[in-house]
């Protein structure tokens, strides 16, 4: 299976800061790679597919990055509602696999 | 709008059987390929499981494997999954999510969860 290595597991930011999360695969997955944010109690919010396509409806403060084994989502300018976890997604082969999740906190 | 609903969670004895549901709305259900995804308590998002639009493909997670079955009932608009020999390690609230597509894998809507708890 494609393993998913998410880093920082935590991070730490204020309201306006740019943030930078990485995805690294364990094996090249071209850009079939998704971002999920999911907030305590509620099921996961697409965000980003195929490694830099904004979904419908998701702010465009929201950018995704990369291809292969290394990719990135960016939330260029932090605002309060944005604070949750983010989980990136391999969907290269039928077995998806998600990363650890990143949880994005109040500074 | 597309919803999706979930139902048939519970506490149920290891080694026990339980199947879970998930009603379609919203969309043409038959068009997409439909999955499970579930969480442990204060953990993250481990994909389960995916049957293709057409019900011809099935794929599972190893660790599910052989003990849970995915299937959809397209008059019904409705996915299923039977859960066997139930382990405490399979405790979580399980999603069902809509493909994006046929069978891409990609999950764009997503239920709010049932709660399965596997426990004596």
């Known amino acids: 299976d494609i393993q998913m290595t998410q880093s920082p597991s935590t991070l730490s930011a204020s309201v306006g800061d740019r943030v930078t999360i990485t995805c690294r695969a364990s094996q090249s997955i071209s850009s079939w790679l998704a971002w999920y944010q999911q907030k305590p109690g509620k099921a996961p919010k697409l965000l980003i597919y195929?490694?830099?396509s904004l979904e419908s409806g998701v702010p465009s403060r929201f950018s995704g990055s990369g291809s292969g084994t290394e990719f990135t989502l960016t939330i260029s300018s932090l605002q309060p509602d944005d604070f949750a976890t983010y989980y990136c997604q391999q969907y290269n082969s039928h077995s998806v696999t998600f990363g650890g999740g990143t949880k994005v906190e109040i500074k | 709008q597309v919803q999706l609903v979930e139902s048939g969670g519970g506490v149920v004895q290891p080694g026990r059987s339980l199947r879970l549901s998930c009603a379609a709305s919203?969309?043409?259900?038959?068009?997409?390929?439909m999955h499970w995804v579930r969480q442990a308590p204060g953990k993250g998002l481990e994909w389960v499981a995916v049957i293709w639009y057409d019900g011809s493909n099935k794929y599972y997670a190893d660790s599910v494997k052989g003990r849970f079955t995915i299937s959809r009932d397209n008059s019904k608009n409705t996915l299923y999954l039977q859960m066997n020999s139930l382990r405490a390690e399979d405790t979580s609230v399980y999603y069902c999510?809509?493909?994006?597509?046929?069978?891409?894998?990609?999950?764009?809507?997503w239920g709010q969860g049932t709660l399965v708890t596997v426990s004596s």
């Open positions: 999510a809509r493909d994006l597509g046929s069978a891409t894998s990609c999950l764009d809507y």
């Open positions: 195929k490694a830099s």
């Open positions: 919203g969309f043409t259900f038959s068009r997409n390929g």
